[in-house]
C-alpha cells in the first residue's frame, strides 16, 4: 500500500497563491507517477495535473496551464502543486493519487490511480 496525506489547503483570495503538498509512505515513490485531481462542489471529480516517476514529464488541464505547476521532490517523497494566480473556479476539493509506473493506461483516467490522499479543500474568495 501507499498512503498518500495532503496539506496546504485554505482560504485564499482570487490571484493569490497556495502550495498544495502530498507526503507519501508505504512504498517506494519513485514506482508511482502521481496526480492531481479536484472535486468542486455539485461536479465531478476533475483531472488537474500529472508528473511522471523521474519528473521528467508533466501534463495539466487546459483550465490551469500557465498558473499551476506539478513537482515532485524523490528524497523527500513528496509531490506539490504550486496553484497561482487563482480563481473562485479553483474552488474544491485537491486529491493527490500515486499510479504504478509500469501501467500503460491514459494519465488523466481516475481509475488508473491506485492510492488516494484524503483530499484538502481550497477556497478561493472573489
Known amino acids: 500500500q501507499v498512503q498518500l496525506v495532503e496539506s496546504g489547503g485554505g482560504l485564499v483570495q482570487a490571484g493569490g497563491s497556495l502550495r498544495l503538498s502530498c507526503a507519501a509512505s508505504g512504498r517506494t515513490f519513485t514506482n508511482y507517477h502521481m496526480g492531481w485531481f479536484r472535486q468542486a462542489p455539485g461536479k465531478e471529480r476533475e483531472f488537474v495535473t500529472y508528473?511522471?516517476?523521474?519528473?521528467?514529464?508533466?501534463y495539466y488541464t487546459d483550465s490551469v496551464k500557465g498558473r499551476f505547476t506539478i513537482f515532485r521532490d524523490n528524497a523527500k517523497n513528496t509531490v506539490y502543486l504550486q496553484m497561482n494566480s487563482l480563481k473562485p473556479e479553483d474552488t474544491a476539493v485537491y486529491y493527490c493519487?500515486?499510479?504504478?509506473?509500469?501501467?500503460?493506461?491514459?494519465?488523466?483516467?481516475?481509475?488508473?490511480?491506485?492510492?488516494w490522499g484524503q483530499g484538502t479543500q481550497v477556497t478561493v474568495s472573489s
Open positions: 493519487a500515486a499510479r504504478w509506473r509500469l501501467r500503460t493506461g491514459t494519465y488523466y483516467d481516475s481509475d488508473e490511480y491506485a492510492y
Open positions: 508528473i511522471t516517476w523521474s519528473g521528467s514529464t508533466t
